[in-house]
T-cell receptor
Framework: AQKVTQAQTEISVVEKEDVTLDCVYE???????LFWYKQPPSGELVFLIR??????QNEISGRYSWNFQKSTSSFNFTITASQVVDSAVYFC??????????????FGKGTKLSVKP | DTEVTQTPKHLVMGMTNKKSLKCEQH?????MYWYKQKAKKPPELMFV???????INESVPSRFSPECPNSSLLNLHLHALQPEDSALYLC??????????????FGPGTRLLVL
């Protein structure tokens, strides 16, 4: 069965600290996609990144970076020099083939990040 | 433009009321989704429409009735809800294709309170 584990329920840091959010996944598929979404208190899920199982290159986007390691089934997310605006719940998700032409997202339980000024 | 809009933002309804949630996207996506999210939990898939046809129904009670009148609109009709149905209802849309890789874009949600 496919599963996403975000072991960190809540993390609290002080502004400008670096923080890493962990994501471990389980799947038997050789082709899959991994996603990170941000959910601020307003409620909207904001798409951050998509990664396919054949591309293990790390990615950097501004203060955000992602480390994908198939050997450990992990897709970790690092925020450098955190800011108060980064405070949100972050979800890691795995896309499985559900049927028809649509993939279903398997979400982790989320990590709540609080950045204090 | 990756915008999905949802109305209303907040809704309070009694258990005998009938109400509807509305979702709209203009990104040319042909797949649309309804999710339910309880507090401190991840979103749970309810329905998926693909090319305006219902393709996935996650055993949702019949008091929730989805409708996709056209490729840009998705409604969720609510009738005789229970207090435990109080939640954030999220709409999402995506391209249709090789489903695994299609990113879902979410709206801001409707916060529903059933009294």
């Amino acid at each position: 069965a496919q599963k996403v584990t975000q072991a960190q329920t809540e993390i609290s840091v002080v502004e400008k600290e670096d923080v890493t959010l962990d994501c471990v996944y389980e799947t038997r598929d050789t082709t899959y996609y991994l996603f990170w979404y941000k959910q601020p208190p307003s409620g909207e899920l904001v798409f951050l990144i998509r990664r396919n199982s054949f591309d293990e290159q790390n990615e950097i986007s501004g203060r955000y970076s992602w480390n994908f390691q198939k050997s450990t089934s992990s897709f970790n997310f690092t925020i450098t020099a955190s800011q108060v605006v980064d405070s949100a719940v972050y979800f890691c998700a795995l896309s499985e083939y559900y049927g028809g032409s649509q993939g279903n997202l398997i979400f982790g339980k989320g990590t709540k990040l609080s950045v204090k000024p | 433009d990756t915008e999905v809009t949802q109305t209303p933002k907040h809704l309070v309804m009694g258990m005998t009321n009938k109400k509807s949630l509305k979702c709209e996207q203009h990104m040319g996506h042909r797949a649309m989704y309804w999710y339910k999210q309880k507090a401190k939990k991840p979103p749970e898939l309810m329905f998926v429409y693909s090319y305006e046809k219902l393709s996935i129904n996650e055993s949702v009670p019949s008091r929730f009735s989805p409708e996709c009148p056209n490729s840009s609109l998705l409604n969720l009709h609510l009738h005789a809800l229970q207090p435990e149905d109080s939640a954030l209802y999220l709409c999402a849309s995506s391209q249709v294709g090789q489903g695994l890789r299609e990113t879902q874009y979410f709206g801001p949600g409707t916060r529903l309170l059933v009294l």
